[in-house]
């Protein structure tokens, strides 16, 4: 296995550049890890996390790959996001909160209507591109194309999970799937439940310091917080 025969030099410059990116260690069964440093031992790595550290066998690594975050445009102060007229139109089209859609393109794309995923997920609400043709999508960049999709999707979450939007979160970054995998609840994912926190913060900062909307927010429900393993997103 290529990863038996890491060299010391490669790992260090990989703990040496952790706090920049962060990077992911994928298990051979599906899940993956966020750390911010690794080191190989023998045969096993020795995984630095926030909260501490573990140990893994090597056999038990498939891959190591960057975090995924968008580093290249800094965060759009909220009283100034664009794109609010297609926001405040696909929210009366679909009967979703525009501060929750607003929400959701801050933390998928922080509003970069060209923003590609590592994964392949596309524009403001970062669309898969098989979700966006079945959902009538002919230029997925384009923002009211990708606004008009993503809330679409998003309500459908919103309604298969009777407005608790720590399930819808959770569906829209890790795939209903999964949610329906751990028995209706927030799959315990460093990645997903970090994702759903931040929506939330951006959520509630909004409705207390922005405009007040007509919706309620959705309610939410306790996340199973129980590991730090994360999964590739699943989203649509």
Same mark, same amino acid.
């Given at each position: 296995?290529?990863?038996?025969?890491? *060299?010391?030099?490669?790992?260090?410059?990989?703990?040496?550049?952790?706090?920049?990116?962060?990077?992911?260690?994928?298990?051979?069964?599906?899940?993956?890890?966020?750390?911010?440093?690794?080191?190989?031992?023998?045969?096993?790595?020795?995984?630095?996390?926030?909260?501490?550290?573990?140990?893994?066998?090597?056999?038990?690594?498939?891959?190591?790959?960057?975090?995924?975050?968008?580093?290249?445009?800094?965060?759009?102060?909220?009283?100034?996001?664009?794109?609010?007229?297609?926001?405040?139109?696909?929210?009366?089209?679909?009967?979703?909160?525009? !501060?929750?859609?607003?929400?959701?393109?801050?933390?998928?794309?922080?509003?970069?209507?060209?923003?590609?995923?590592?994964? !392949? @997920?596309?524009?403001?609400?970062?669309?898969?591109?098989? *979700?966006?043709? %079945?959902?009538?999508?002919?230029?997925?960049? !384009?923002?009211?194309?990708?606004?008009?999709?993503? *809330?679409?999707?998003?309500?459908?979450?919103?309604?298969?999970?009777?407005?608790?939007?720590?399930?819808?979160?959770?569906?829209?970054?890790?795939?209903?799937?999964?949610?329906?995998?751990?028995?209706?609840?927030?799959?315990?994912?460093?990645? *997903?439940?970090?994702?759903?926190? %931040?929506?939330?913060?951006?959520?509630?900062?909004?409705?207390?310091?922005?405009?007040?909307?007509?919706?309620?927010?959705?309610?939410?429900?306790?996340?199973?917080?129980?590991?730090? @393993?994360?999964?590739?997103?699943?989203?649509?």
């Amino acid at each position: 296995m290529r990863l038996k025969h890491l *060299t010391w030099s490669v790992v260090l410059l990989a703990c040496a550049a952790a706090p920049v990116r962060g990077e992911y260690i994928v298990l051979r069964s599906g899940q993956r890890l966020a750390v911010t440093g690794y080191q190989l031992l023998g045969d096993k790595y020795r995984l630095q996390m926030k909260g501490g550290t573990a140990e893994i066998p090597v056999e038990q690594v498939a891959a190591i790959e960057p975090e995924e975050i968008f580093t290249s445009v800094p965060p759009v102060e909220i009283s100034k996001e664009p794109f609010g007229d297609l926001i405040r139109a696909a929210a009366h089209r679909y009967s979703v909160d525009a !501060d929750l859609i607003t929400s959701v393109i801050a933390a998928e794309s922080n509003f970069d209507p060209k923003a590609i995923s590592r994964r !392949d @997920a596309r524009g403001l609400m970062q669309l898969l591109p098989a *979700t966006a043709s %079945r959902l009538g999508v002919k230029n997925i960049f !384009d923002p009211q194309e990708n606004i008009e999709a993503g *809330t679409h999707y998003l309500s459908d979450l919103l309604q298969l999970y009777k407005h608790d939007l720590a399930l819808t979160l959770a569906a829209y970054n890790a795939g209903p799937e999964r949610v329906q995998q751990y028995g209706q609840r927030v799959p315990p994912f460093a990645e *997903t439940i970090s994702y759903i926190r %931040r929506v939330q913060q951006t959520y509630q900062q909004r409705k207390t310091s922005g405009p007040v909307a007509t919706d309620k927010p959705p309610r939410t429900a306790p996340m199973a917080a129980t590991s730090s @393993a994360t999964t590739p997103a699943a989203r649509f």
